[in-house]
């Protein structure tokens, strides 16, 4: 089992920036994979983010690309995304998810991940 708790959500102004954190704890943190997703109220859950288990591989869903950055620190049991030029379109509840995999495919699938965080609000004003 590996349990998983988001931080570093907020309000933040469009143009604005905000780090989530995602500690993990239970089993060994450096072979899973991780990644992070978003749900906006009334819409799907979307892959906004993941990481292999190394960190040497990374993949972005189309809407963060060149805006968010997805980090590893296995000595510390954390997961970042750095969040820049925040939209208000990126509002939404964002959600950390792991998988244990010792290779360096990314999944951006629900069921690429075994298992799952709360979750932590990031809300973005115009």
């Known amino acids: 089992q590996v349990q998983l708790v988001e931080s570093g959500g907020g309000l933040v102004q469009a143009g604005g920036s905000l780090r989530l954190s995602c500690a993990a704890s239970?089993?060994?943190?450096?072979?899973?994979?991780m990644g992070w997703f978003r749900q906006a109220p009334g819409k799907e859950r979307e892959f906004v983010a993941g990481?292999?288990?190394?960190?040497?591989?990374?993949y972005y869903g189309d809407s963060v690309k060149g805006r968010f950055t997805i980090s590893r620190d296995n000595a510390k049991n954390t997961v970042y995304l750095q969040m820049n030029s925040l939209k208000p379109e990126d509002t939404a509840v964002y959600s950390c998810a792991a998988k244990r995999r010792y290779t360096n495919y990314v999944g951006a699938s629900l069921t690429d991940y075994d298992y799952w965080g709360q979750g932590t609000q990031v809300t973005v004003s115009s």
């Open positions: 990481i292999s288990w190394t960190g040497s591989s990374t």
């Open positions: 239970g089993r060994t943190f450096s072979g899973y994979a």
